[in-house]
């Protein structure tokens, strides 16, 4: 299912549209844009939270009270002031539009300097079952809490492992014997216990490293303890290191979301070898193949072809053109932003391969032959 994603006025676009698919990923050059598209829709979900209730599992978006929406506060936003999102060559509004939901942010007369907007909301046709009137939305920003020692218990109106990770202890206590859709299963084993696939996929993606328990340490708080595979030797997170504290989120988050949800995830890469991160983009395929809508933005080839793989896999379904690529090279001479589609051909291949997209080795190595003939 593509979501059309249509951005005008907000920070670096103007009439930009981008098509989110089952999978889109965004990568590209810093400060090019791609965290950008994320802020959009993160500020108009939290404009969805702030401004409508939860009816049975949808928030009901036919009552809109006009709320204002903080920009430095929900999802680790920090967008500053109003005169920091506005894109100066776009009309006097913000308008955002997401399949059949129009949302509109009126320019300050007077005042740009306000760390709060009020978020119109416009329904142009019913849409109960969009993954932005979901409860559930899963998202995990690029700076993740590393290892702790404890990990303390805070409310959430549904299951999930926080924005920065800080809830995944919590999360996994909560599912205990949650059975994982079958999609989803490593391997296609037949075990769908929730504990037994984040273990599977735990020792798949970091080759067999550890397995994980959850031991409630009060009321209030639990510790995440790691168990070795191959020395049988137990530990706390805090003596593990920061790659598993920043991959455990993304496996539980992915394990528990739902058909139909969304499910973001900055730099799942961050803090893991190049092989995890390619059988991380395996897992995040796969996931896909369960109606979870993935959005990555990411720097890591290995993500991409973790992906690619999945593509060909024979033991998953996963089909090459519900993979939308968005590389950002950064601007034009208009100013607008300079981003292109690729997409992942049926033997595997890459339809485009422009300058700077993970070329880098080729360049290096073409620059290093060189000077090494002098």
Known sequence: MISRFKINGFKCFNEDIFELNDITILC?????????????????????????????????????NNSRVFLNENFELALGITDEIYNEKATNNIEITLDSHFFKIPLPEENN???????????????????????????????????????????????????KGELTAQAYLRKGFYKVQKEKIYNQTQKDNFQIQVDEWL?????????????????LSSQIRLRNSKTGHTATATNIGFG????????????????????????????????AQSNLGFFLGQLSTAGVKIIIETHSEHIINGIRRACLSENIQLNHEVVNIYFFKGFKEDFSVDYHL??????????????????????????ILKLSQR
Do not use: M
């Open 342 to 367: 690729i997409k992942i051909l049926k033997n595997g291949d890459l339809s485009d391969f422009p300058v700077d997209f993970f070329d880098q080795t080729r360049q290096d190595l073409f620059e």
């Open 203 to 219: 020792s798949y993606i970091c080759s067999g490293t550890a397995t994980v328990k959850v031991e409630p340490t009060s009321q």
């Open 244 to 275: 598993i504290s920043y991959l455990l989120p993304i496996i539980i988050n992915g394990l528990i979301a739902e058909e139909g949800r969304v499910f973001i995830v900055e730099n799942p890469e961050a803090h893991l070898h190049p092989k």
């Open 28 to 64: 590209g050059n810093n400060g090019a844009g791609k965290s950008s598209v994320i802020q959009a829709l993160l500020l108009i979900r939290q404009a969805v939270e702030n401004n409508s209730f939860i009816q049975e599992e949808h928030y009901n978006l036919e009552h809109w």
């Open 113 to 163: 300097t306000s760390d709060s907007v009020v978020i119109q909301h416009e329904l142009l046709a019913e849409d109960l079952s969009h993954f932005l009137s979901y409860k559930e939305f899963y998202y995990l920003n690029a700076e993740r809490i590393g290892p702790r020692y404890n990990s303390d218990t805070h409310y959430s109106n549904f299951i999930h492992c926080g924005y």
